[in-house]
């Protein structure tokens, strides 16, 4: 299973980007996929996590990006993705997907899989 992020770049605050997330030799659908980032020096951390219709299809998202990230997914396409909107310098980081069990809810350690990442600088 390989998980490939794309669509960071650089933005300006208060700018959007649509990260996507697909997967080769598997399926996304019947699995909870994950949104995680990671900043230098920093831990990372779980920001979205949607659950799939064959769990209770629920999206968990961290406070900090709460109303300005949404998660969603399109089957027929087998690709997650994560709208970001009004972007803050404190958003710089990598940004990962990752696919994990139904039910893994947000922390790192329950995702099996892991894309590459792909890096998103918010800059003036």
């Known amino acids: 299973v390989q998980l490939q992020a794309s669509g960071g770049g650089s933005v300006q605050p208060g700018g959007s980007l649509t990260l996507s997330c697909t997967a080769s030799?598997?399926?996304?659908?019947?699995?909870?996929v994950g949104w995680f980032r990671q900043a230098p020096g920093k831990e990372r951390e779980g920001l979205a996590c949607i659950s799939s219709d064959d769990g209770d299809g629920s999206t968990y998202y961290v406070d900090s990006v709460k109303g300005r990230f949404t998660g969603s997914r399109d089957y027929a396409k087998n690709t997650v993705y994560l709208q970001m909107n009004s972007l803050l310098p404190e958003d710089t980081a990598v940004y990962y997907c990752?696919?994990?069990?139904?039910?893994?809810?947000?922390?790192?350690?329950?995702?099996?899989?892991w894309g590459q990442g792909t890096l998103v600088t918010v800059s003036s």
């Open positions: 030799g598997s399926t996304l659908n019947y699995y909870s």
């Open positions: 990752a696919r994990g069990p139904l039910g893994s809810g947000c922390p790192p350690y329950r995702y099996d899989y």
